[in-house]
């Protein structure tokens, strides 16, 4: 078990290295390789979740050795209630993304190659334990996902994939700048759990151009994860790039890659610089608001499906900002509601799991629609009920768990975000409640035209939704109803770790004076 880790992180990678060596003209066998690559990495995932301790908040199974040691820069692996759930969600996503790819036929080898180091990278930041091996696999995400967009995408790929890289890589400049900042202020030193430690007292005191350098750092690195949250007003980059992406890109970028922005802060931010948490907490919320809101607004505003689903994801993440900043509730200041921060920090954690789960079923189905039709556009269709009743059936259930109906997963995590944050934000709640009214009214506009009313001529020999896509969906769906009616086995997994950063951002800043 001791070096498990390793063995989650790299086996996408011998997989890549296995296709190198198939001819090209062997499609199935590449395909077949990259699926026992992310199976075998899968099954390791939920290994590691028996094997944990939900008991511990702190890291497991820790992997420490040195790597650069003039510039004591060490390779650091270690998981916990917040990364173990992202994992095992990665590794999920990346298995069923394979077959997704199933009837991917143009340059098969050079997409599935691709495709595996794209997952090898998202599990390194997850599982990374040190900021400079964190940032290597952040940047080792970019280059992959450039090319599956630029290459593979939609007719506007190569304007979608230039897009995707710079407001990515303006967000990795900040980032390696707060980065730089924190390693010659707090000792010269990258691993993430020293940095913990030291870098709340090193950073007292300390000024940079007359303003404190937890606020300085704290911006910095925040908008480099808000980028890919996104936050409003970074998110402009998601819609075009989901809309020209190939549907298993779609599928990963909404269900995993936004997660590492929310993860981010809470690893990095809510680590390192706990007084920052009590300074930014409200913009953090009022962030989530507009990204609801905004969110909402937008896909209200679309025609084409995958859009639509598109700016849903927009609108799902700002529940998770709002349960985060309930994180201050435990404070002080705020009467020390414990309760209310463990719902708001809780539900924030189980929305990126859900919108995750959610999000790729979405995309599924609409790329389900697509190969059949070749095209998008909810006007286009009509009827479909009649003609397609199994997919229908399947969209029905998506459908309502994307506009958090009970039931569902996802009404559990918003209801926690809220409960959490109500306390503190009563106003800011009350305001984004108008977003559960935005999902009901866009999912229930998009599925209505779609499946009801006069059926499309053109599309009276639809074929049904087949086996290869049941399997993609159905095993989403039913982790979907499983935690909507009984969410206790994940909140078991994360509970402990959440406490650990309560107790971290309210001790630290309390002693710091805030």
């Known amino acids: 078990m001791e070096n498990i880790l390793n ?13 190198a060596f198939i001819p090209r003209e ?4 590449i395909k077949i390789t990259a699926a026992v690559a992310t199976g075998l990495q899968l099954l390791l995932t939920l290994v590691l979740w028996q094997n944990y301790d939900a008991g ?34 990665t590794a999920l996503l990346c298995f069923i993304g394979i077959f997704v790819s199933w009837n991917i036929n143009k340059a098969v080898k050079g997409y599935f190659a691709l495709f595996l180091l794209l ?54 400049v900040l ?18 759990q020293v940095l913990k430690q030291v870098a709340p007292e090193a950073l007292q005191g300390v000024t940079w151009w007359g303003m404190s350098a937890i606020k300085v ?65 409200g913009a953090l919320a ?15 505003a679309q025609t084409d499906l995958k859009k639509l689903v598109a700016y849903s994801s927009v609108n799902h993440m700002g529940y998770s900002l709002i349960g985060m900043a309930a994180v201050i509730a435990a404070g002080e200041a705020n009467g020390y509601n414990l309760k209310a921060a463990q719902a ?26 697509y190969d059949r039709a070749h095209h998008r556009e909810i006007e286009g269709f009509g009827g479909l009920a009649a003609q397609m009743p199994i997919y229908t059936g399947i969209c029905a259930m998506v459908f309502f768990a994307g506009l958090g109906l009970p039931g569902f997963s996802g009404f559990i995590s918003e209801a926690m975000c809220f409960i959490g944050a109500f306390p503190i934000y009563k106003g800011i709640v009350i305001a984004s409640t108008i977003g559960i009214l935005l999902n009901a009214a866009y999912f229930l506009w998009a599925f209505q035209r779609i499946f009801f009313g006069k059926l499309n001529e053109k599309y009276t020999d639809l074929p049904e939704i087949n086996n290869r896509e049941l399997f993609t969906v159905v095993p989403l769906l039913i982790i979907t109803l499983f935690f909507g009616i009984y969410p206790a086995p994940y909140l078991d997994i994360i509970s402990s770790t959440m406490d650990v950063i309560i107790n971290h951002v309210v001790t630290m800043a309390t002693i710091s004076g805030m």
């Open 217 to 281: 750092i704290w911006v910095l690195l925040f908008i480099g994860f808000a980028i890919k949250v996104p936050v409003f007003p970074f998110h402009t980059w998601l819609p075009l790039a989901h809309v020209e992406a190939p549907t298993a890109i779609s599928v990963l970028l909404a269900g995993i890659l936004l997660k590492l922005g929310v993860y981010g802060i809470l690893r990095i931010n809510y680590g390192l610089m706990p007084d920052g948490v009590y300074w930014f907490s």
């Open 56 to 89: 511990n908040g702190g890291m497991q199974f820790t992997v420490r050795g040195e790597w650069i040691p003039s510039f004591n820069i060490s390779y650091i692996l270690g998981v916990d209630g917040l990364s173990l759930p992202m994992a095992i969600l």
């Open 175 to 192: 980032m390696l700048v707060g980065i730089l900042g924190l390693y010659f202020t707090c000792g010269n030193t990258f691993d993430i």
């Open 119 to 172: 997952d090898t990278g998202i599990m390194g930041v997850f599982l990374s334990m040190d900021f400079f091996l964190f940032y290597i696999f952040w940047e080792v995400m970019l280059l992959p996902m450039y090319f599956l967009i630029g290459m593979w995408g939609g007719p506007q790929r190569e304007y979608a994939a230039i897009k995707f890289f710079l407001y990515t890589l303006f967000g990795s």
């Open 7 to 19: 063995w989650i992180i790299w086996f996408p990678i011998i997989g890549m290295v296995a296709i």
């Open 286 to 300: 009022f962030l989530g608001l507009i990204n609801v809101v905004w969110g909402g607004l937008c896909a209200l």
């Open 26 to 29: 062997k499609d199935n066998l």
């Open 344 to 369: 708001g920090l809780g539900g924030a954690v189980f929305q990126m799991f859900n919108h995750g789960t959610i999000s790729a079923m979405l995309f599924i189905l609409v790329g389900v629609i």
